[in-house]
């Protein structure tokens, strides 16, 4: 961890302390607002590839979006789903082999990310920009997604009609909310009387409870054929949150676990690269 970061650790874990003692709800409050709030975004110029892309924009809850799409019309059309502080820009080897393969490739930055707009993100949002994206642009026959973008599509496709012959790759996916919101209470050290007030909210905010945003529980309605992978080493996601899906033995997944590739290189692997371009 960088110097800055360290410093901005011990801040927010102060900062929280103290407003812990002053009011449970308000630091709640603060804690879930920094919690869908990413902390650093990639502004990095794009990859010659997405200058030769046609560039997409549209508008969802005043938030704009942007977005890139290449081999336009085709008859498949795949759509790229970034992760947490991340960006469709990341994904900028898999855009010729999917081309080539015939997709027409889709890849947007997700609110909060990139070049997309607003400040925050949740799951619910996600998802709903993805179900637009679809309706604008699609039917998308085959989604690839990355850590909360797994997330993101595996909700989404609870209300995006789709069949046994629709792809869905699955990287690396943040698979139960709860761990996430879990590994962020352990990092900042958030006292656990924090923890039913944050509930609260959550449900305030979406009507449904933070272990309804799942991916174990999603999967019960998605018909797709999924192709998921991830890694021993994975400190973001565990594994062991995916090994309670593989043991339910779903008949439509397979599932590649890898050694060594940790949360963010898996999807930069040649040989993992290469297995989700011929799944797909």
């Known amino acids: 961890m960088k110097l800055a970061q360290k410093i901005a650790v011990s801040?927010?874990?102060?900062?929280?302390?103290l407003l812990t003692v002053v009011s449970s709800t308000k630091a709640a409050e603060k804690a879930f607002g920094l919690f869908c709030t990413p902390q650093r975004r990639n502004k990095k110029p794009p990859p010659k590839i997405f200058e030769q892309a046609e560039k997409l924009t549209f508008k969802l809850d005043g938030i704009t979006?942007?977005?890139w799409r290449w081999n336009h019309p085709a008859e498949?059309?795949?759509?790229?789903?970034?992760?947490?502080?991340s960006s469709a820009t990341s994904f900028d080897r898999y855009v010729k082999p999917l081309v080539k393969?015939?997709?027409e490739v889709l890849a947007f930055d997700a609110p909060a990310h990139g070049?997309?707009?607003s400040k925050q993100i949740t799951a619910p949002l996600y998802a709903k920009t993805i179900i637009e994206i679809n309706q604008r642009y699609g039917p998308v026959q085959s989604f690839m997604a990355h850590s909360f973008g797994g997330l993101a599509v595996?909700?989404?496709l609870e209300e995006i009609h789709h069949t046994s012959d629709s792809r869905l790759v699955l990287i690396a996916p943040a698979t139960e909310t709860t761990t996430a919101i879990n590994t962020f209470f352990h990092f900042l050290k958030l006292d656990d009387s924090l923890r039913p007030e944050f509930e609260k909210i959550i449900i305030k905010a979406g009507g449904l409870p933070s272990s309804w945003y799942s991916i174990r529980r999603a999967m019960k309605l998605i018909r797709a054929k999924v192709l998921w992978l991830h890694d021993e080493d994975d400190e973001?996601?565990?594994l062991a949150?995916?090994?309670k899906v593989k043991e339910e033995n779903y008949p439509n997944i397979q599932f590649v676990i890898t050694k060594g590739l940790g949360h963010r290189r898996i999807y930069r692997d040649n040989k993992v690269s290469k297995a989700i371009v011929d799944f797909l």
Request: charged share 25%.
């Open 76 to 85: 498949r059309k795949v759509l790229i789903l970034h992760g947490f502080e």
């Open 65 to 67: 979006i942007h977005g």
């Open 11 to 17: 801040y927010f874990r102060t900062k929280f302390k």
């Open 241 to 243: 949150d995916a090994y």
């Open 101 to 103: 393969k015939g997709y």
């Open 236 to 238: 973001i996601t565990p």
């Open 115 to 117: 070049k997309s707009g």
């Open 154 to 156: 595996s909700l989404a």
